[in-house]
């Protein structure tokens, strides 16, 4: 289910955007009339993406860059311009993820997952900067519950998503007298993507384990993000910047879920005062 959010004649750019919970974005913008252009690495992607976005009939174009690599950034962005003008929403939502303990991580390991999800959230934020629509632009970052919560196995991810929340907040601090409004996305567990797939598995009873944390008790759906997505972009949020929003049904909320039986046990072994 989507909100209804006219975005016609408007420019909006995803990064990352040919798969996913950035692919829904993008989706969800196509359908609410906008010109919509696509970036990512891979070519496959990006002509899947850009078929399954042109049947919305606006305007679309697929671009291949690798956000780590400042000059493709620039490259894109100038394509993508050249073709639909300014940009009025900007998504940065590229990022990479595994599992590995800190002690067994290589440091190129470490290194990839940060390069992507931060210092190309800051390629994209610098080489958009020029391009952006002034007054009235909105930069949305995609950002993880890890950004807060500190989660074993997920040391690059960690330290990337915090940097991106505090990019988020700076941003929306300097750029935000220019009529310029910068916030972040925090998904919770997504159904179906790649996200979930690498981080809790695909077993019934591994997803079913991922649901009993969230209070909503489902996982989220891709409209879920793009509807807050879509919001963020309107005139609605006209005052919300530099926000770091979560939307994961409460599941941030406890790191630990307590159990009565638990607490119960935990009570009686307490020494009676
Ligand atoms: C340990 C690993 C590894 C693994 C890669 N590496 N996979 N180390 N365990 N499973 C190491 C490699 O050995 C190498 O180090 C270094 O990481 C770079 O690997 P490459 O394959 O050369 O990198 P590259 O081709 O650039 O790919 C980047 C990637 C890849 C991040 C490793 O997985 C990717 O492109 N991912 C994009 C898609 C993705 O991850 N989507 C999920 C996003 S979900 P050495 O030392 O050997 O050279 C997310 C949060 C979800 O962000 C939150 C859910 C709640
Ligand atoms: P996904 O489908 O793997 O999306 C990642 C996208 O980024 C892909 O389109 C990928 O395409 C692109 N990408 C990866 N590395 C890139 C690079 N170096 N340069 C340019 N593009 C690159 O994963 P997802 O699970 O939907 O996650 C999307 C976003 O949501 C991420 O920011 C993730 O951290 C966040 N998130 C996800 C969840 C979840 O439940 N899935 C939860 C919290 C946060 P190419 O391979 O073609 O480059």
């Known amino acids: 289910m989507r909100i209804d959010l006219r975005f016609d004649q408007q420019h909006v750019l995803v990064f990352g955007g040919t798969t996913g919970i950035n692919f829904g974005i993008a989706e969800a913008f196509a359908v609410q009339g906008a010109s ?5 690495r891979k070519p496959e992607n990006v002509a899947k993406a850009v078929e399954r976005l042109s049947v919305h009939g606006h ?43 800190a002690k067994d991580m290589s440091a190129n390991g470490f290194r990839a997952v940060v390069d992507i999800d931060l210092v190309g959230t800051f390629n994209v934020a610098r080489q958009a900067y020029a391009h952006l629509r002034k ?93 807050l997505a879509l919001f963020l972009a309107s005139p609605y949020a006209g005052y919300l910047s530099g926000a770091v929003i979560p939307c994961d049904g409460g599941g941030a909320l406890e790191s630990v879920k307590p159990t009565l039986e638990a607490a119960g046990r935990a009570a009686a072994a307490a020494p009676q005062l």
């Open 36 to 40: 919509v252009t696509v970036v990512s």
């Open 135 to 227: 007054p009235g632009a909105a930069f949305i970052n995609i950002t993880a519950p890890q950004s807060s919560i500190a989660m074993r196995f997920q040391a690059h991810a960690c330290a990337a998503k915090a940097g991106v929340d505090q990019l988020t907040r700076v941003l929306a601090l300097e750029w935000g007298g220019e009529g310029i409004r910068v916030n972040a996305i925090s998904p919770g567990p997504i159904d179906g993507t790649e996200g979930v797939k690498r981080l809790m598995g695909q077993t019934d009873e591994a997803l079913a384990q991922a649901v009993g944390r969230v209070p909503l008790q489902r996982m989220g759906t891709l409209d879920d993000i793009a509807n």
């Open 59 to 101: 305007g679309v174009a697929g671009f291949c860059a690798d956000v780590r690599s400042f000059e493709s950034v620039g490259t894109a962005l100038d394509s993508a311009v050249e073709r639909f003008g300014p940009l009025d929403v900007l998504v940065s939502g590229a990022a990479g993820n595994f599992f590995c303990e």
